[in-house]
């Protein structure tokens, strides 16, 4: 059967790990900022300057680094009468941006007025527009104020909460300028409630720094990928899947059924993606789960990821696969109606918004008639800690904004740059018996006066169907990070068809050839310690071992000179590798092969049964 292929969302697009001018703007979102031209703004910031002087320079500097032609729009309050409750007014409606327009608006405000925040937020949220088409993106309000609301109705704090619940997609930052007791109190709590993140700025530089922290943020959102579905309360309401890919959205404490009907030898690949806002509030503890049901009871597998810190959200990815045992005597090797399961669980205090799901099944090819699988490879070797890395010059990299856009690395060494709350994605194209291996390092950067002690920051290595694949003892995914150099090491086990049939869930998963990714995160407090609006990153990748032509037992290898032209390239071998003798691995969204495809000879068997667990729950990224 063919497989079905993944349908493109309107909110794909072109991917940058930061935002510059002739840069392609991403579809389905949008920014409005909103500005504070009250009378306070008229008053000295200590530079011989006045507060909305030093307003406008920052979002000078705002523009100038959000991609061309994005969607960006300027209200203001109190800018119209000095006594008033209801002045806010739309001096730039949101449209592809114009640079020189939004600097001519911001350049006739005058400040005079009161400060009606709730009633400004209010009308921002109207300002933006609905993504097209049900589609997913960022829309954001980027509030700049200099103190509290003095109208009281409508409460900024409630109404921040209530367009954070019942607008997907809609995040509310704030920058404090020059304030402290309740305005800042208040600022923070807004942030908090609309699903953003309250940046402080004490002074000029700072605001500058943190106005273009919080829009590149937006115009950098998570790039969405898939056909639409929703998925049901129960499973005998759910929708069924084919092979594909498709977007949903979930909300605290809901669980999610979708149907998907399985043959009894093929291995059926899900991965669950929730993507919060970036920075959003979070608990350590809060997780998604994702599992495989079959009939009224039986469950054939089951995996929960949490966040892990309680810094601000980042994606976070659960996977789980449905691998019939060799002999099939269980109950879920069976043919028949399974259910994916997916369930989000949040703390009290977390974000409360409904988060954009992003769904992949796939069914991997299966091996050829009489293809006698080479054994699995459980452990690290020479892709262990110790492992040498490329050194030398970095070569600039602009990291994507998720799974979809993943910028393609080779073995080398890369220089990117990574905001405070921002994930940066990558992929490493791995063939059969070879190894990912690399290292993240974050660069020594000066920081503000009175810093915070601490961050971190983080990494994360996927298979091609999107398992996370856990450190095993071996390595550790995150690192404290302070504003002096921090490095995490990272790798997978290498890529072997059997693997399949181990247990530990640093190796189960690493069974396919394919892309693998990886994901890079710098935590939401870095926004308080690094000076520049923007941390370096290097990364140093490595693919290890020699490529092997297909998964069976005695493959040889593909060859020197293909080690040597993609080396020139700065890509793994296996990028090229279309095929293989062994007619078996991760080809995006692969069909069931039929049920007599698949033989295996005996002694195969044996050998894979002898390494397996009877259990049939699991852990992380494992089936």
Known sequence: MAGAMPAEAAGSGAHGATAAPGTAAPDNSSLVMVLDSSGSMADDDGTGRTRMETARSAVGTVVDGLPDHYPTGLR????????GCTDTRLLRPVQPLDRTAVMQAVAGVRPKGDTPVGLSLQKAAEDLPEPADGAMGTRTILLISDGEDNCGTPQPCKVAEQLGNDRAGLRIDTVGFQVKGRAREQLECIAEAGNGRYYDAPD???????LQRASQLSADGYRFRGERVEGAATGDRAPLLAPGQYLDTIGPGEKRYYAVDLDAVSTADFSATAVPQPGAAVDTFDALLT???????????????????KEGAAPLTSAV?????????????????YWLVVERESKKGSDAARWPLELVHGVEVSLKRGVTPAASEPEYGVGGRSAALPSGDPR????????????ELGRGVWRDRILPSQTLWYKVPAGWGQQVRYDVEFANEPTVEKASSYSYGATQLFTP????????????????YDGRPAAIRMGSVPVAWTNRYEYRSTVQPVH????????VTLGARAAEIAENPQVGVVLRVSVLGDERVGPEHGAPGVGKNADNEADKRGKSPS??????RGGAGWTGIAAAAGAGAVVVVIAALVFVHSRRRSATQTTRGSA
Request: charged share 25%; aromatic share 8%.
């Open 76 to 83: 203001v309050y109190g800018a119209d009468r000095t006594r």
């Open 204 to 210: 000029a530089k700072s605001l500058a720094r943190q």
């Open 291 to 309: 599992s495989i049901a079959y009939g009224a009871e039986s469950s054939c597998a089951t995996n929960t990821e949490h966040f892990h810190q």
């Open 321 to 337: 696969a449905r691998i019939p045992a060799p002999e099939g005597s269980r109950v879920c090797d069976r043919a028949g109606r």
């Open 396 to 407: 600039d990299v602009r990291g994507g904004t998720g799974f979809n856009d993943a910028e």
């Open 465 to 480: 169907a999107r398992f996370p694949v856990g450190g095993g003892g071996e390595f550790t995914s995150t690192a404290m």
């Open 512 to 519: 396919t050839r394919g892309e693998f990714y990886i994901s």
């Open 575 to 580: 990028a090229a590798d279309s095929g293989g």
